[in-house]
């Protein structure tokens, strides 16, 4: 147990466990992350693929390769930060509290973020005027009233707003709010951001027995072994995108009456609509309150070392 | 005078200036006579004064401070890492010693060359929505504010490691020990901690191990490893030496190569 006490509250231990978690964070960029497993296997060579996915290096921030490290840190930050306060104290020395309130809001940060891990709820709803409301959690919903988009002389964005309200289970209205970039809708456990903007494209097709259906883009159907995708409108024509194997896709550019595949295009449409994300983060606050412990301590520190440096 | 022109004509005397100084400082440096000489911070101060007004300048013409692009980051950095040396050279004349500020003054100019080249464009452009935070200008500002003190550590550093006079080498410790000490809280608050409030406010998430992050967060724990490291006296020395050249390494990985190399949330240009 001393042994293991003594280990732990090493310095060489902290230094060499901080700069283990810097090299693993840094490997990590070099490979896309939180993709199915199947594209690792499918873009790397067969081994490497297969290395990557059995060590979780796809999703390396909720493997075992990095929170075991991480708990390693912070064991160690722990042992050291008491070892130091006891230490001091049964020497009968003042606290250095700077250090101190700097370690103790590491260990706050890393609690806030494992509850983030665990308990963090995001959900993006894309939503036009007048659009059915998304559901929020606890029972609320969400309408989009309205949607203004400033843009800059040169077709730059200025500014998005989006005219929300908010219905309590029940159908009465909380409110309605508001919402711009860097300035959410706050609710009671819930924060609603302006995140995004996404224009929706619409292509209805004319089936051979007569029946309309609806492509937005992104969508595909398949035609004699083909895949076609609707890429969207440009310049008032529709764009499809034929892919077959491994050939480049073909794009073919159609305009309304025109075939494509077993299809007639009868009509096409286009709407902006407006990217809201709704977040729920119970680990947000102790996070925050771990931040400012350790602004407040590297405050501390500085004022405290200096004080040590005066003759 | 359009404004363009006046902060193209700020830039290019900084660029000059910065050139005065270095130049004289090499005539002293050749001479051979050690300490540092009595003239070239001037022209470092009032280099640090035009790169500043740049930034001032172009923040009135969009109304916002302006740290939103490249290449109003790299003549912040710049304007902020020759007010740093011109400190050092103040106030800490007794451990800067004339080969720091030399290679501090050729860093300040390296950054001041690659704002003037293509890959930093330098229109003029008011900020996108998610730029308009004054979260982001604490961001920005602090983090190279930071990084600006270690420029400072990371050339003493280098001078440290191929030192051999003991005397200089416990100067030069000293020096980098101060300048990371320094610059430390102040990348810790802008990179890390200002950087998560506007990450919480703009997309509602504070940390999203996005490469620029995660870099950013990597530099950190490397400083974190060189400040724990002369605690241990094994490694203090050429082991922290190191662990300030490489903190530097990713400091501007973080800045330059996470930009151009790794798609995430910071790729702008």
Redesign the interface.
């Known amino acids: 147990m001393r042994t293991l006490y003594r280990l732990f509250k090493s310095?060489?231990l902290?230094?060499g466990s901080?700069?283990i978690?810097?090299?693993l964070?840094?490997l990590?960029?070099l490979i896309p992350?939180g993709l199915d497993p199947a594209h690792y296997l499918n873009r790397y060579p067969q081994p490497l693929g297969r290395l990557i996915v059995a060590l979780g290096f796809h999703d390396f921030?909720r493997s075992p390769g990095f929170s075991i490290p991480c708990l390693l840190f912070a064991v160690n930050l722990s042992v050291c930060a008491a070892s130091r306060c006891f230490g001091r104290l049964r020497r009968g020395l003042r606290l250095r509290l700077g250090p101190d309130l700097i370690h103790a809001g590491l260990l706050v940060v890393i609690a806030g973020?494992l509850v983030?891990a665990r308990l963090?709820w995001?959900r993006t709803f894309f939503l036009a005027p007048g659009d059915p409301p998304a559901e929020l959690p606890g029972g609320c919903t969400l309408r989009l009233l309205d949607y203004r988009q400033d843009r800059?002389p040169?077709g730059?964005?200025?500014?998005?707003v989006s005219i929300v309200s908010v219905q309590a289970r029940g159908g009465t209205l909380i409110g309605s709010y508001p919402i711009?970039?860097?300035?959410?809708l706050r609710l009671p456990r819930l924060?609603i951001?302006?995140?995004s903007i996404q224009r929706e494209d619409t292509a209805l097709l004319l089936g051979p027995d007569g029946g309309l259906s609806a492509i937005h883009r992104g969508q595909y159907f398949e035609w004699r072994g083909a895949i076609l995708v609707f890429a969207g409108i440009e310049n008032g024509e529709a764009v499809f995108e034929r892919r077959q194997g491994r050939a480049r896709p073909a794009v073919h550019r159609l305009s309304v009456s025109q075939r494509i595949g077993a299809y007639r295009l009868v009509g096409l449409s286009s709407r902006e609509l407006s990217g809201l994300?709704a977040?729920r983060?119970p680990g947000?606050i102790p996070?925050?309150a771990g931040?400012a412990l350790?602004?407040a301590g590297?405050?501390l520190?500085?004022v405290q070392?200096k004080g040590d440096d005066r003759p | 005078m359009t404004p363009l022109a006046l902060s193209q004509i700020l830039g290019s005397a900084a660029f000059g200036l910065l050139a005065v100084s270095l130049a004289a400082q090499a005539v002293f440096l050749l001479r051979r006579r050690g300490g540092l000489d009595p003239f070239s911070h001037y022209p470092l101060a009032a280099a640090a004064a035009a790169l500043l007004a740049v930034t001032v300048e172009r923040s009135i013409r969009i109304r916002f401070p302006a740290v939103t692009n490249t290449f109003e980051s790299l003549v912040f950095f710049a304007g902020a890492a020759a007010l740093v040396l011109f400190l050092h050279r103040w106030i800490a004349r007794r451990l800067l010693s004339p080969w720091v500020q030399f290679g501090g003054t050729v860093t300040v100019l390296a950054l001041l060359a690659v704002a003037s080249s293509p890959i930093a464009p330098r229109e003029l452009l008011p900020p996108v929505p998610a730029l308009q935070s004054y979260w982001l200008v604490l961001h920005v500002s602090l983090t190279f504010l930071g990084e600006s003190f270690f420029i400072v550590g990371f050339v003493s550093a280098l001078l440290y490691l191929v030192s051999k006079n003991e005397a200089e080498k416990t100067r030069l410790e000293r020096l980098t020990y101060t300048a990371i000490g320094i610059g430390y809280p102040m990348f810790t608050a802008g990179a890390l901690i200002f950087g998560a409030v506007w990450a919480q406010t703009a997309w509602g998430s504070y940390w999203s191990w996005d490469p620029k992050e995660t870099w950013a967060l990597a530099t950190w724990l490397v400083y974190t490893a060189f400040l724990h490291s002369r605690l241990a006296p094994r490694l203090r020395g050429r082991v922290s030496a190191i662990l300030s050249v490489a903190g530097f390494v990713f400091a501007l990985f973080t800045f330059f190569g996470v930009n151009y190399l790794l798609p995430g949330l910071h790729s702008y240009r």
């Open positions: 310095v060489k902290a230094v901080i700069l978690l810097a090299v964070c840094l990590s960029t992350q921030f973020a983030s963090r995001e800059y040169d730059r964005p200025k500014e998005w711009r970039v860097n300035h959410p924060k951001h302006q995140t994300t977040v983060d947000f996070a925050a931040l350790v602004a590297l405050g520190a500085f070392k």
